[in-house]
């Protein structure tokens, strides 16, 4: 299915690193890198580097007075609370801005290559910084890389860019900033604002003015599985994404839905995860002509967790996706190891199989997911003159 596949990578994204303790680890992405490298995966895409991104591109998303806020942090580490730096989520440390604007010149450097054809499919694993707002660092991310991509592209002329989110949290950062830009089509699965950060992501919010309808937000019970989340999945994207026709699809991919997830309740598998890449995948070809652009985004359990899910992605984004038996080698389990003091993981499966049934089979009104289904599609499918029952 892939053409041409590009993974932006430098190992000075993992200066992004709020201190010893802070869930975000940098570990995460480098022992990403590490599995993938040692699989084979890298070896069938291309990969390049990338540049910070300069004061004017981030001004796209960003304030100038917050950029210069950063700025200042950067030098010395000195908090600026009003910036959002400073906080136990968002420590303030010197270089911030450097390590920040790197990943967001990453993000760049990927929707760069998709919209040039340079590549067909982008990613950028360190990426995926969703909660960043215009003018304030939130929830692990000081500069949204995510919404910098969506809305360069704008800038080069696009006129319809679709992004989903599967983060276990909510997408707000993305959200926000395109609320009422029609142009942008933003869709959030995520556990239910009611019982995880950053309490927002309720359905009822669809966008403003001429872009009523463009937000959509699927909130799930905690507890929720592979059958329900995929249900979910199945029953709200691929007919919105089928209507909207974007031009590019960018996805987020955090992947602290999972089970063993430190910071949240949802308990997807590995499989279930890898199902719904394979999915967005299929879904960029149908709908979006093939041009992909995919980040990373949060998961906190550091060795378990991220590391096969984001390989499995970026194998599943290469058109060669891996078998989940294959086992993990042996040098990445020492590196490991040797990084963490965790035991690793022996092979790319938690064995599960992803089932689940169709929305289209019927529904139950007593089911919670059914219920966030129906929620949200009553709140947004009217406006793209879809039905909200079939």
Same mark, same amino acid.
């Given at each position: ?25 940098? @570990? ?21 580097? %990338?540049?910070?991104?300069? $004061? ?79 003018? %304030? #660092? ?26 989903? $989110? ?7 950062? @993305? ?5 009422? $830009? ?35 937000? @699927? ?25 909207? *026709?974007?031009? @590019? ?21 590995? $499989? ?9 995948? *299929? ?91 129906? #929620? ?15």
């Amino acid at each position: 299915m892939s053409r041409s596949v590009r993974v932006v990578w430098d190992d000075a994204l993992t200066s992004y690193n709020f201190g010893p303790g802070h869930p975000l680890a940098p @570990v995460r992405v480098e022992l990403t890198m590490a599995l993938a490298r040692e699989l084979g995966v890298l070896a069938t895409v291309e990969q390049t580097g %990338c540049a910070p991104a300069t $004061d004017d591109e981030l001004a796209l998303v960003h304030s100038r007075d917050y950029i210069a806020a950063v700025r200042r942090v950067s030098q010395d580490g000195r908090p600026d609370l009003a910036a959002g730096l400073g906080t136990s989520d968002n420590p303030a440390f010197a270089g911030v801005h450097e390590a920040s604007a790197l990943i967001a010149g990453a993000s760049l450097a990927a929707a760069r290559a998709v919209w040039t054809g340079a590549a067909e499919h982008a990613l950028n694993v360190a990426g995926g910084l969703h909660h960043a707002m215009p003018a %304030c #660092a939130s929830g692990f991310c000081v500069y949204n890389d995510p919404a910098l991509a969506i809305a360069w592209l704008l800038s080069q002329g696009a006129t319809r860019i679709a992004y989903v $989110d599967v983060d276990v949290h909510h997408g707000d950062g @993305v959200q926000a900033m395109f609320y009422d $830009d029609p142009r942008v089509l933003t869709i959030s699965l995520h556990e239910s604002p009611r019982t995880l950060f950053p309490g927002t992501g309720f359905p009822q919010e669809t966008g403003a003015g001429e872009a009523e309808g463009t937000a959509v937000n @699927v909130p799930l019970p905690a507890g929720c599985g592979d059958a329900g989340w995929l249900r979910a999945f199945h029953a709200v994207v691929p007919p919105l994404l089928a209507e909207f *026709r974007p031009e @590019v699809l960018v996805t987020q991919h955090g992947c602290d839905g999972h089970a063993l997830d430190p910071l949240a309740h949802l308990t997807l598998s590995l $499989d279930g995860q890898r199902a719904a890449y394979q999915e967005l995948h *299929r879904l960029a070809h149908e709908t979006a002509g093939g041009r992909w652009v995919a980040t990373g985004g949060g998961g906190y359990e550091l060795v378990q967790v991220v590391p096969r899910a984001w390989t499995h992605l970026i194998a599943e984004a290469s058109g060669h996706p891996l078998d989940p038996d294959t086992k993990t080698p042996e040098a990445w389990r020492e590196l490991a190891a040797e990084r963490t003091g965790e035991l690793p993981p022996l092979t790319m499966t938690d064995d599960r199989i992803p089932e689940f049934r169709h929305f289209s089979h019927g529904y139950d009104p007593e089911d919670p997911i059914d219920r966030a289904i129906v #929620a949200a599609r009553n709140a947004v499918f009217p406006a793209h003159g879809l039905d909200v029952l079939l």
